[in-house]
């Protein structure tokens, strides 16, 4: 079956009460015992399970080919439950160009837990193979990374992770399973920030984790939820479910545009770099080629006039909205280096587009006027 009948059915609901095809929304926390004290839909209590997120766990699950999915109240929320399926003393690799948030919370939080972790360049395969350690345990990637847009080879890196008995997952929030299935080439686990493109429209935050089977690491992440309690409301839910009937429809076109996007601005005097992993010229294009079908709707660009050029250019543009975040329908602008703070490291030349679904041409012609 294709991926977008796959979606389709994958959100498709049954209430047998009124025969709905829209999934209603169940708000209730708790559910009725009958005479028999027997819980006859199995639900008892929404943080333990809920109508809303069995459906979009389901869907989650079938759209990266996995066994199971947890979903989680944002993208944070999924990764530190699943980095607290991790046991003190364990050892995880880590990009070195990764949404800010992951190290972040490994070195505020887990550091004192007793998990240490090493940043590696996961384009890099020796290095890579080089920074395991007896007790790594998790390998995370990203890919394509933020902001720079590197690309991490899969595939191979699900080998050197299992020749070191040690479980690989990837952030799979910017390519998301329209375009890239980590599953398939061999990873345990998929996360996602459903904050962004499965939610679409910039009005909900979410996570979830995916995995390949619903063993010990699936258990544990689905006794953090219930447990922990970082759980998605019915709501935020049930608007997921909907976002995924569009996605393939809108991560496509908005892929398209970005590679529209990226040619425009890959002949610009003023741009000293693209980072697109649909031009040839990126150093991952061809590893991009293969495990993804189209390149993506993100892209980074940097000036060749230093970050007053990058500042002035983005005070210029009118379609584009100055704001972090991405995924959604509109196109966004962001000077990273700045939402980062004093402890980034991303080159402050650098502006980073989420291409949303205007038009193309309408898009390159807002960057044209604000290049100058
Ligand atoms: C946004 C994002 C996250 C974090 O998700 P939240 O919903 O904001 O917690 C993690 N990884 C990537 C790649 C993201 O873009």
């Known amino acids: 079956?294709?991926?977008?009948?796959?979606?389709?059915?994958?959100?498709?609901?049954?209430?047998?009460?009124?025969?709905?095809?829209?999934?209603?929304?169940?708000?209730?926390?708790?559910?009725?015992?009958?005479?028999?004290?027997?819980?006859?839909?199995?639900?008892?209590?929404?943080?333990?399970?809920?109508?809303?997120?069995?459906?979009?766990?389901?869907?989650?699950?079938?759209?990266?080919?996995?066994?199971?999915?947890?979903?989680?109240?944002?993208?944070?929320?999924?990764?530190?439950?699943?980095?607290?399926?991790?046991?003190?003393?364990?050892?995880?690799?880590?990009?070195?160009?990764?949404?800010?948030?992951?190290?972040?919370?490994?070195?505020?939080?887990?550091?004192h837990w007793g998990l240490t972790c090493t940043k590696v360049d996961m384009t890099d395969l020796e290095a890579v193979s080089a920074a395991f350690q007896a007790n790594t345990k998790l390998v995370w990637v990203e890919t394509p990374s933020n902001p720079l847009l590197k690309i991490a080879d899969l595939q191979a890196i699900a080998q050197l992770a299992r020749a070191h008995n040690a479980r690989c997952v990837c952030d799979n929030t910017w390519a998301t399973p329209v375009l890239q299935r980590p599953l398939e080439h061999g990873f345990d686990a998929v996360m996602h920030a459903t904050t962004k493109y499965f939610g679409g429209h910039s009005d909900l935050l979410g996570g979830c984790l995916v995995f390949k089977q619903n063993g010990e690491l699936a258990q544990r992440a689905r006794q953090l939820q219930q447990l922990g309690g970082a759980v998605?409301?019915?709501?935020?839910?049930?608007?997921?479910?909907?976002?995924?009937?569009?996605?393939?429809?809108?991560?496509?076109?908005?892929?398209?545009?970005?590679?529209?996007?990226?040619?425009?601005?890959?002949?610009?005097?003023?741009?000293?770099?693209?980072?697109?992993?649909?031009?040839?010229?990126?150093?991952?294009?061809e590893i991009a080629q293969r495990q993804m079908e189209m390149a993506g709707a993100m892209l980074s660009f940097q000036l060749k006039d230093g970050a007053a050029a990058a500042l002035l250019v983005k005070s210029k543009?009118?379609?584009?909205?100055?704001?972090?975040?991405?995924?959604g329908v509109e196109s966004l602008i962001e000077h990273r280096a700045t939402a980062e703070g004093p402890l980034s490291t991303t080159p402050p030349n650098l502006l980073r587009v989420s291409v949303g679904l205007e038009h193309p041409n309408d898009l390159i012609a807002d960057l044209a006027q604000a290049l100058g």
């Open 1 to 111: 079956m294709h991926f977008e009948t796959r979606a389709l059915q994958a959100t498709r609901t049954h209430d047998t009460q009124t025969s709905a095809v829209a999934t209603p929304i169940y708000l209730s926390t708790t559910f009725e015992r009958n005479e028999e004290n027997l819980l006859p839909n199995g639900f008892i209590y929404s943080r333990t399970a809920n109508p809303n997120r069995d459906a979009l766990e389901k869907a989650c699950a079938a759209l990266e080919g996995g066994e199971v999915a947890v979903a989680f109240a944002s993208g944070q929320a999924a990764t530190t439950t699943l980095l607290q399926c991790l046991r003190p003393h364990d050892h995880v690799l880590i990009p070195d160009d990764a949404y800010f948030g992951t190290p972040a919370i490994l070195q505020a939080h887990f550091d």
């Open 232 to 285: 998605p409301s019915a709501f935020d839910c049930w608007l997921l479910l909907r976002g995924i009937k569009t996605l393939a429809l809108r991560v496509r076109q908005q892929s398209a545009n970005a590679a529209q996007l990226a040619a425009f601005l890959a002949t610009h005097p003023r741009v000293e770099r693209v980072n697109y992993p649909g031009l040839e010229s990126h150093v991952g294009y």
């Open 317 to 327: 543009v009118q379609l584009f909205i100055r704001a972090t975040s991405l995924g």
